[in-house]
């Protein structure tokens, strides 16, 4: 029997057509302001290197479960920062950065051949993971959406990437209800939880005003890239439904799915260290104060942005034009339909630029109102 490629029942991979609107924005005299994607360029802080660097000299095959100490702070940081309840060191897993952990996430739970609902504008890996199962896909953002038929999966991103989009309470509580009457596995996406600008807070979905302390069919992915700058360390977390968390686990131990002992002593200092990411924060506030004044004062609408690494804009065009409108003033975002056919009238731009460069983004478009 011929063999199929897997990459062939994949989209092409998104970033690849923005070659052109990159060379046009590189060919500005002042250099490219390269905002198309969340990639960190503060520094990590010291205390996290000094981990790193001292567990360097570790010879020997890291756990994929994690050490003792990095579930535990895995397990305190999620309670300490976010208000879940009942997160416990036997129901958290360390993976490989979280877009292998998402896009792995159907096939290492035996869901093949089935059905998985995405958010209506998403992270493209959502719909990948489904893919690389040979999975049915729907985007939906309303229950009723979904029809009488019962996914296997169902992924969450609150806050949204790349809309900046939270999920209140009631919304959450009423997804949990759904899926458990029907015994669907609820994945939240929830990598930008620590980054909320608007006076409400997001919330978990392992939050107790959300699943009343229960975590049955429930999993929560988190990341250290964001808020802590550990992009390049590939440092993220699964937690939630014990019963889940033990099968991921075994099925990642046969597949030599481990984090780098080094890079899990790094981890420890990263969650123990709620300074370190507070001052981050503050970091991107700055940015993004500048960066949302500076496109609505350019004619840009900014919707739903309230948290995150991103600005959710559009100029009432497709973004294909708003790209290019952009690329020429050296300013390099990500186009609105990478994420699905609801975004092509927005772009995303990230604050993920040094200060001098988010500076300089927005002195250009304010050379043009």
Same mark, same amino acid.
């Given at each position: 029997m011929a063999r199929t490629p897997l990459g062939t029942r994949l989209p092409d991979f998104p970033w690849d057509t923005l070659d052109d609107a990159k060379a046009t924005a590189a060919a500005h005299p002042d250099g490219i302001v390269n905002l198309s994607v969340g990639t960190p360029v503060d520094p990590v802080a010291p205390g996290i290197q000094l981990a790193l660097a001292e567990a360097a000299a570790e010879p020997g095959?890291?756990?994929t479960a994690g050490t003792p100490g990095l579930r535990a702070a895995i397990a305190e940081g999620l309670v300490r920062r976010y208000h879940m309840v009942g997160v416990t060191p036997d129901a958290v897993l360390p993976v490989v950065g979280t877009k292998e952990a998402i896009a792995l996430l159907p096939t &290492? &739970?035996?869901i093949r051949g089935g059905f998985v609902v995405i958010p209506e504008v998403a992270y493209p890996t959502y719909e990948v993971a489904a893919l690389v199962g040979e999975n049915r896909v729907l985007r939906a953002d309303s229950l009723l959406k979904i029809g009488p038929e019962t996914p296997d999966l169902l992924f969450l991103n609150s806050p949204s990437n790349p809309t900046g989009k939270v999920l209140g309470v009631e919304h959450l509580? !009423?997804?949990v209800s759904w899926a458990r009457e029907r015994g669907v596995i609820v994945a939240s996406d929830e990598c930008y939880l620590g980054l909320g600008w608007a006076e409400e807070e997001p919330v978990s979905i392992l939050d107790p005003r959300v699943c009343d302390g229960?975590?049955?069919?429930?999993? @929560?992915?988190?990341? &250290? $890239? !964001?808020? $802590?700058? &550990? @992009? $390049?360390y590939r440092a993220g977390y699964f937690a939630g439904d014990p019963a889940l968390i033990s099968e991921l686990l075994e099925v990642r131990k046969h597949l030599g799915l481990m984090v780098p002992g080094p890079i899990q002593q790094a981890m420890v200092a990263a969650l123990e260290d709620d300074a370190q990411e507070a001052a981050q924060k503050l970091v991107y506030a700055r940015r993004r104060a500048v960066l949302m004044k500076a496109l609505i004062d350019a004619g840009f609408t900014v919707d739903n942005s309230e948290a995150g690494l991103y600005l959710w804009a559009t100029r009432g065009e497709h973004c294909r034009d708003t790209v290019d409108w952009l690329a020429g003033l050296g300013i390099l975002v990500a186009p609105g339909d990478f994420y699905g056919p609801r975004g092509e009238r927005h772009i995303r731009m990230a604050l993920t630029g040094t200060d001098e460069r988010i500076d300089a983004a927005a002195a250009r478009l304010a050379a043009v109102v």
């Amino acid at each position: 029997m011929a063999r199929t490629p897997l990459g062939t029942r994949l989209p092409d991979f998104p970033w690849d057509t923005l070659d052109d609107a990159k060379a046009t924005a590189a060919a500005h005299p002042d250099g490219i302001v390269n905002l198309s994607v969340g990639t960190p360029v503060d520094p990590v802080a010291p205390g996290i290197q000094l981990a790193l660097a001292e567990a360097a000299a570790e010879p020997g095959y890291p756990q994929t479960a994690g050490t003792p100490g990095l579930r535990a702070a895995i397990a305190e940081g999620l309670v300490r920062r976010y208000h879940m309840v009942g997160v416990t060191p036997d129901a958290v897993l360390p993976v490989v950065g979280t877009k292998e952990a998402i896009a792995l996430l159907p096939t &290492l &739970l035996g869901i093949r051949g089935g059905f998985v609902v995405i958010p209506e504008v998403a992270y493209p890996t959502y719909e990948v993971a489904a893919l690389v199962g040979e999975n049915r896909v729907l985007r939906a953002d309303s229950l009723l959406k979904i029809g009488p038929e019962t996914p296997d999966l169902l992924f969450l991103n609150s806050p949204s990437n790349p809309t900046g989009k939270v999920l209140g309470v009631e919304h959450l509580r !009423k997804v949990v209800s759904w899926a458990r009457e029907r015994g669907v596995i609820v994945a939240s996406d929830e990598c930008y939880l620590g980054l909320g600008w608007a006076e409400e807070e997001p919330v978990s979905i392992l939050d107790p005003r959300v699943c009343d302390g229960d975590h049955t069919g429930l999993i @929560a992915i988190h990341s &250290l $890239s !964001k808020t $802590s700058n &550990l @992009a $390049s360390y590939r440092a993220g977390y699964f937690a939630g439904d014990p019963a889940l968390i033990s099968e991921l686990l075994e099925v990642r131990k046969h597949l030599g799915l481990m984090v780098p002992g080094p890079i899990q002593q790094a981890m420890v200092a990263a969650l123990e260290d709620d300074a370190q990411e507070a001052a981050q924060k503050l970091v991107y506030a700055r940015r993004r104060a500048v960066l949302m004044k500076a496109l609505i004062d350019a004619g840009f609408t900014v919707d739903n942005s309230e948290a995150g690494l991103y600005l959710w804009a559009t100029r009432g065009e497709h973004c294909r034009d708003t790209v290019d409108w952009l690329a020429g003033l050296g300013i390099l975002v990500a186009p609105g339909d990478f994420y699905g056919p609801r975004g092509e009238r927005h772009i995303r731009m990230a604050l993920t630029g040094t200060d001098e460069r988010i500076d300089a983004a927005a002195a250009r478009l304010a050379a043009v109102v």
